[in-house]
């Protein structure tokens, strides 16, 4: 049985590979930070370290290169699928291999083998079969679905937020072109005048009575000049 000293941050990444190495008789010691682990080097004299390259603290690089440079054991370094690797620095620290995250476990366990982690069933099964032989352990879990199904929407998402605005600014463009469309179809002409009815034109106006003069004083009455006589 080999002893591993997992060290990652994430409970999920810690939840995943201790299922995996467990379940093939590997004894593991997870932690969950960097410093830690460098203190738990003394007591856990673990066989193989798989540390992840971003954990807070000490980082899984910091953590390689220490133990390297004391003659320690094997380092196995981790990473997200996303999550960009210094090469340099893997090689510079001189880790021992690269394994991306989310775990699976055909690959975890061929590369712990890889390392001298060998575990019970692994040797049991060479002896048996005079050849060297691993078994693969499949584990499917709701929370690696999930990590699966974020990385390949994070690669998808720029494309289809450029289809999706595509889409919306042609519909846009579309209702604002057809709604300029109806509103000069709907727009009402300019109302003309009414023609007067025949009945309207017939029937007789009512006069209006006009207001009474008012009548001047009457002075003496003058006598009209007698007729002339008529010539004898």
Do not use: N
């Not at 066989?47 to 807070?56: E, K, L, N, T, Y």
């Not at 846009?172 to 000069?184: D, F, V, W, Y």
């Amino acid at each position: 049985m080999s002893r591993i000293l997992l060290a990652d941050d994430s409970p999920h990444a810690q939840r995943m590979g201790e299922r995996i190495l467990r379940d093939e008789g590997h004894e593991v010691i997870t932690v969950s930070d960097g410093r830690v682990a460098l203190l738990r080097l003394a007591d856990a004299s673990p066989d193989v370290i798989i540390a992840d390259i971003s954990m807070p603290e000490v980082s899984g690089y910091e953590l390689c290169e220490y133990v390297k440079s004391h003659g320690g054991e094997p380092v196995l370094l981790t990473a997200g699928a996303v999550e960009p690797v210094d090469e340099k620095a893997v090689e510079r620290v001189k880790a021992d291999g690269l394994l991306k995250k989310p775990f699976e476990a055909s690959a975890l366990l061929d590369a712990v083998g890889r390392l001298g982690g060998k575990s019970p069933r692994t040797a049991v099964s060479t002896r048996a079969a005079g050849t060297s032989t691993m078994r693969s352990v499949v584990v499917i879990e709701p929370d690696q679905i999930r990590a699966a199904i974020t990385v390949a929407l994070d690669a998808a998402m720029p494309a289809m937020i450029d289809q999706i605005t595509d889409r919306v600014v042609a519909a846009l463009s579309g209702r604002k072109a057809g709604a300029a469309k109806a509103a000069s179809v709907s727009s009402p002409a300019p109302a003309a005048a009414a023609p007067r009815s025949a009945a309207a034109s017939a029937a007789p106006q009512e006069k209006i009575p006009a207001a009474p003069q008012e009548k001047a004083p009457e002075g003496p009455q003058q006598k009209a000049p007698a007729a002339s006589q008529e010539s004898k």
